[in-house]
């Protein structure tokens, strides 16, 4: 099941200054911690001036499209799903 | 060369979703049951679900077929990565489409490696670099038709090459209808003239094609088929449109009227960015009922501010005959010239007009579009979503080569 939200979310973010690579590793969602096992795509997108980068990313049981504001500095989840058809 | 991303949307959409992949997908204009699919995946169309389908028929040959509505940010963030490695090998590409890349390697290092190495090492790198579902199809020939043809003969992850030597044998397995530009007429055109396979299409004198297709157009394809490069040929901004369909039942110029002047608004800002004014407005609605109309009217005087090409295109629709509900509405700008300078009137102020444009433009670029939207579009702000036209992405060449 798809779900499309545009919800705040806690995400841990980390940075390797050896490989210059930044990825989420962490997703706090309704309570439960969610490990980021792969991401799938990285892109970035602008709203007016503002930069957001969008982090499409898979754990072990959900799929997250993560939104970074730059502007703000705050994560906004919006679209969960579990890989099957609505 | 031709390099071509296989099932582009739904690749894509697979690559971002893990849990999308070896599952059958399909990239649809919209998900509810009569949305048009625009890209299914390679999953999907072993299923038999095709470009053009409904959702409703894709969900009959497939029951778990995943329907999703087009992301085209993610789309355009993929081109641009494809453009930035293959411009690694060459400056000489042409983007064909949002998925699709002509390379020209000749006089080029990497032309020394081979062209089939240098294909096979595109390939590890697309999926290395940008992602490891995307697969590509590359064709190698002596000219963009061979090259496009090649690229079509083994879906997905092919790698071919027409020359010289096995032209006649790829001709001779392919039938008319998969050559690109030729169609249901022009194979009917042929036909006539007793052409009814590749081969006869090859073989075929000079005279015989001219009088087939009654113009240089039969000159053109005894040089194309014979590996000549005739298509490498840019063609200039001729018009900026856009159109929606609409899912509901609207029939009157009223209640179309804050479609229309959305659309005006798309198109308008669109042509502003690109530097250009337009002096004719055309105007096409499809209705429900098969029916088809279309007007184009050229004013006087250049246009620029959407306020004026709605007025323009008002007028136009009001001259529609039909009062019945409109299924497609699309309105273009033709008759363009870049705006060096603004023609002043004797009684109203053009350049003041000019700079308002122009700061509600710089508004709407700063904080997103639409942040200054006209009355007329009240209540319309969900409606007309951000779409990829097929083949055209002069847009796309724009932002690349003028980043933000």
């Not at chain 2, 299923?47 to 992301?71: F, H, S, Y």
């Not at chain 2, 209808?177 to 052409?195: E, F, P, Q, S, T």
């Not at chain 2, 009922?289 to 050229?298: D, V």
Request: with cysteine; aromatic share 10%.
């Amino acid at each position: 099941m798809i779900q499309k939200i545009s919800v705040p979310i806690s995400v841990a973010l980390v940075f390797n200054h050896k490989t210059r690579e930044t990825k989420p590793v962490n997703v706090l969602w309704e309570g439960r911690s969610y490990r980021v096992t792969r991401i799938g795509l990285h892109h970035t997108v602008r709203q007016g001036r503002t930069l957001l980068h969008v982090f499409s990313v898979e754990s072990e049981l959900l799929f997250f499209r993560l939104v970074l504001n730059t502007e703000s500095l705050s994560w906004t989840v919006e679209e969960i799903a579990d890989g099957e058809s609505n | 060369m031709h390099v071509d991303l296989n099932s582009c949307f739904a690749s894509v959409e697979q690559q971002a979703n893990p849990k999308l992949r070896g599952k059958p997908v399909a990239v649809a204009a919209y998900s509810t049951p009569s949305g048009c699919i625009i890209a299914p995946s390679v999953e999907a169309k072993e299923c038999g679900v095709a470009v053009g389908m409904r959702v409703r028929e894709g969900k009959v040959l497939c029951p778990g077929l995943i329907i999703l509505t087009p992301d085209p940010a993610k789309y355009r963030n993929i081109h641009v990565q494809f453009r930035q490695l293959l411009t690694e090998y060459t400056d000489r590409i042409t983007p064909k489409s949002i998925d699709e890349f002509v390379l020209d390697l000749e006089g080029y290092p990497a032309f020394s490696k081979g062209m089939m190495s240098v294909a096979g090492e595109i390939k590890r790198r697309i999926k290395k670099e940008i992602g490891e579902w995307l697969r590509v199809s590359v064709g190698i020939g002596p000219n963009r038709f061979l090259a496009k043809t090649a690229a079509g003969l083994h879906k997905p992850d092919g790698l071919d090459v027409i020359e010289k030597d096995n032209v006649e044998k790829v001709y001779g397995d392919l039938p008319l209808m998969k050559l690109c530009g030729i169609k249901a007429n022009n194979v009917a055109r042929l036909n006539h003239y007793d052409m009814f396979t590749t081969l006869d299409f090859y073989r075929a004198p000079m005279w015989k094609l001219k009088s087939a297709f009654a113009s240089i157009v039969g000159y053109y394809w005894y040089l194309r088929l014979r590996g000549w490069e005739i298509d490498d040929v840019e063609f200039g901004r001729g018009s900026f449109g856009n159109s929606y369909a609409l899912p509901d039942t609207r029939s009157t110029p009223e209640e179309l009227s804050p479609l229309l002047m959305k659309l005006v608004e798309k198109a308008g800002s669109r042509m502003r960015k690109d530097g250009y004014r337009a002096k004719g407005i055309h105007l096409s609605l499809l209705y429900r009922n098969g029916c088809h109309w279309h007007r184009g009217m050229t004013v006087t005087e250049h246009l620029f501010d959407s306020r004026d090409i709605y007025k323009a295109a008002y007028r136009i629709l009001c001259m529609s005959p039909y009062i019945t509900p409109v299924a497609n509405l699309a309105v273009s700008c033709f008759s363009l010239e870049k705006s060096l300078y603004t023609q002043q009137h004797l009684f109203s102020d053009m350049g003041k007009k000019e700079n308002l444009i122009k700061a509600v433009d710089a508004i709407n670029d700063k904080w997103g579009d639409f942040v200054i939207t006209p009355g007329r579009m009240m209540g319309l702000s969900e409606k007309i979503v951000d779409r990829i036209a097929f083949g055209n992405i002069k847009e796309l060449e724009a932002m690349i080569l003028a980043p933000y």
